[in-house]
């Protein structure tokens, strides 16, 4: 548990620890406590916040009352029910045509997961674990195998991605597919000596776009969460281009070394900047319909999340790496394992996050009560049996005090989406520049251009030819 002083307090008046249930420190204690039955009390803690437990907290009844609520101000506009008026703003269009797709992940899911659960186990019990695993095991035993399986050295991956190459490579990668040119605007005001200001041109070399980027952590000056900032919108009216700000927390650059980027950074880095592409190549005239404006909730996520998986070609990927001693390109083995190691238990993911996404559409069709609706969705879905003690939807905040009350699905439609748009430039070949020009014009030409003045579901279409299917994602994440 030697990482795990950075994430807890420690009582003065004593040696024992205090584990708070704030995400970021019950995630870390999960992963990386040794001992299950402290994993199980933090687990059962967590599952059941607002729940049963304690009778002054317990959100039951507020649940019972937030979806009546909802219900009725559906059939004031005339809908049967909440989910049925959230789909108006929604990509799917309706409730049927979500549970239909997600229908189509669930089987070749729950296959993979239970493959998968018993070579965990096998593993567990080979590392003289010798009882059955549960939920609160899950975490930790995952990353002990994925630590034995692929055996992937942070400081080593990062040694490849050195920032100022991934910043010059991007810019390239845009001009190759986008065909737009990046430059930086010398002279520009700016808040921070990090931070740059640039310029997109297009073909012609009109500037249509501009963006500030503040790569580096500032502790006590910015948060370290990544932020896409949306500035002002293209207005032909108004005479006004497209602006946004990308805001993150990489490690600073010192005396002898640039910034280096780990793996996820870099993925964080290229989902904010395809997201705001989608913002600044827009070729929207008015403001209340471009970039993102008016897009569909499930579909708001596409374009960052397309950008995000071109990292899942190795081509790309090799194109941005260059190791800091020696020059080289990340080698092969090493892009494999970071593959592998990103994959590992991925049904296990994408089982919990169709179940979260029908749990939350079921909630807001069916009137039967909250338990017994959470009962039969996780019986549905989920390889494991429901604790008597879990009471998780009591705490799903996200659903009822949040903005996505029948909308939660819309996490996974965009992926799904994005997985489907990255099929057709890996049918394209990364290799073949032609074919990628092609598919990257078209891209442009549609998600990144119509932004909410055509519908999203249209725009794919005019990308694809046809509807989005589940099995791109199947096959991005290594399930069929």
Request: aromatic fraction near 12%; charge should be neutral; include cysteine.
């Amino acid at each position: 548990m030697s990482i795990l002083p950075r994430f807890l307090r420690f009582r003065a008046d004593s040696t024992r620890m205090s584990v708070t249930l704030k995400t970021p420190v019950y995630d870390a204690f999960m992963m990386y406590c040794r001992d299950s039955k402290m994993r199980r009390d933090a687990w059962q803690a967590f599952v059941g916040r607002a729940g049963f437990r304690d009778a002054d907290l317990n959100n039951s009844l507020i649940i019972e009352d937030i979806r009546l609520m909802r219900s009725k101000e559906a059939k004031l506009f005339g809908y049967e029910n909440y989910a049925e008026l959230s789909m108006e703003t929604k990509m799917a269009r309706s409730v049927k045509h979500v549970m239909t797709s997600l229908s189509e992940l669930t089987l070749p899911s729950k296959v993979k997961c239970q493959s998968d659960l018993v070579e965990l186990q096998d593993f567990a019990n080979k590392s003289g674990f010798n009882e059955d695993l549960q939920l609160w095991d899950m975490a930790y035993w995952r990353r002990k195998q994925r630590e034995a399986n692929f055996q992937i050295s942070e400081s080593e991956v990062q040694s490849y991605f050195q920032y100022p190459v991934i910043l010059e490579q991007l810019f390239q990668l845009c001009k190759d597919l986008f065909n737009v040119t990046i430059k930086e605007s010398n002279g520009a005001l700016v808040w921070h000596r990090d931070v740059k200001r640039y310029q997109i041109f297009d073909e012609d070399d009109r500037e249509i776009a501009g963006f500030y980027l503040d790569p580096y952590a500032r502790p006590g000056q910015k948060g370290l969460m990544p932020r896409l900032e949306l500035g002002q919108s293209k207005s032909v009216a108004a005479g006004s281009l497209p602006l946004a700000s990308l805001l993150f927390s990489f490690q600073p650059p010192n005396a002898s070394n640039p910034s280096l980027l780990t793996y996820e950074d870099v993925n964080v880095f290229f989902e904010k900047f395809g997201s705001s592409m989608q913002h600044l190549l827009t070729t929207m005239p008015y403001g209340d319909i471009s970039g993102t404006n008016n897009v569909e909730w499930d579909a708001l996520h596409v374009c960052g999340s397309t950008m995000r998986m071109l990292l899942q070609s190795p081509v790309v990927l090799k194109r941005l790496s260059r190791h800091i001693d020696t020059g080289k390109e990340i080698p092969d083995d090493l892009v494999r394992r970071l593959y592998q190691s990103e994959k590992h238990l991925s049904s296990l993911d994408l089982l919990s996050e169709m179940y979260f996404g029908i749990l939350d559409l079921s909630l807001y069709t069916k009137t039967d009560f909250w338990l017994d609706i959470t009962k039969d969705v996780w019986r549905n879905m989920m390889p494991f049996a429901l604790d008597k003690r879990d009471s998780h939807p009591c705490g799903f905040a996200h659903i009822f005090i949040g903005p996505y009350a029948a909308g939660y699905y819309t996490f996974l439609w965009s992926e799904m989406v994005a997985a489907d748009v990255f099929a057709a430039f890996g049918e394209a070949g990364f290799t073949n520049d032609k074919a990628l020009r092609q598919t990257g014009k078209l891209f442009r030409d549609t998600f990144l251009s119509l932004g909410g003045g055509c519908h999203s579901a249209e725009v794919f279409r005019r990308f694809r030819g046809r509807d989005p299917s589940p099995q791109a994602l199947l096959r991005l994440y290594d399930i069929v």
